[in-house]
């Protein structure tokens, strides 16, 4: 398991530690930015280790300066081992599959999934290539969308991670692919039913079709 820590950089507590906080629920935050909606809720430090090593920065503390717990960038964090471990990511990922219906539970749990999953898909990268656009964007920028609807899978294919999910971008593959504008068929990007689409979501569509799937 890695060590999490950072220094404080100024202020009368300069060069003293900061750790992990726990919250009064018992949870670690790991997050890609200080606003509570992007917060991800952790069980462990396990958890928060692999998703660090992603990308994501940590809600820190340390008891002894006596000041609330601060969001902390991940390029200001450290570990002790900062190796990717697909393994412990994919054993994560197993868990939450057998612990709950995320397709019923709480949107906290399906966010955990989902950055779990993007970090199964990343392979310990903090960038990754949209498999509709072929682009490369920081991982902030990618989801790990479900090829098939996550309510309509079985507990065997959702439990596929390599091949129930890729990754797509926020600039618009996601949400054309989300809504039925494109599809996959035979390893190329497709357009499908564009009844009623709009021009500029038909315009963005026409860009991608054709396009070979990574």
């Not at 902030?140 to 309510?151: F, G, I, P």
Request: aromatic share 6%; with cysteine.
């Amino acid at each position: 398991m890695s060590q999490i820590h950072a220094i404080i950089t100024r202020g009368p507590h300069k060069g003293k530690p900061l750790y992990p906080h726990k919250h009064q629920d018992d949870k670690y935050v790991a997050s890609s930015s200080r606003y509570e909606e992007d917060y991800i809720r952790v069980d462990n430090l396990e958890e928060l280790s692999v998703l660090v090593q992603a990308g994501c920065g940590a809600r820190m503390s340390n008891r002894e300066t006596g000041n609330a717990a601060s969001y902390i960038t991940n390029a200001k964090l450290r570990l002790e081992d900062n190796a990717p471990n697909t393994a412990s990511v994919e054993r994560l990922l197993d868990s939450i599959t057998d612990e709950t219906d995320l397709d019923r539970d709480s949107k906290g749990k399906s966010r955990k999934e989902q950055s779990l999953l993007r970090a199964y898909l990343l392979r310990g990268s903090n960038v990754g290539h949209c498999v509709i656009c072929r682009h490369e964007f920081p991982f902030e920028m990618l989801v790990a969308a479900h090829l098939k609807k996550r309510s309509e899978c079985t507990v065997v294919e959702k439990k596929d991670f390599k091949y129930v999910a890729a990754l797509m971008c926020k600039t618009g593959c996601d949400d054309l692919y989300e809504n039925g504008y494109i599809s996959v068929d035979n390893g190329m990007v497709v357009k499908t039913d564009w009844k009623g689409c709009s021009h500029g979501a038909a315009i963005r569509g026409n860009l991608q079709c054709g396009r070979k799937r990574r």
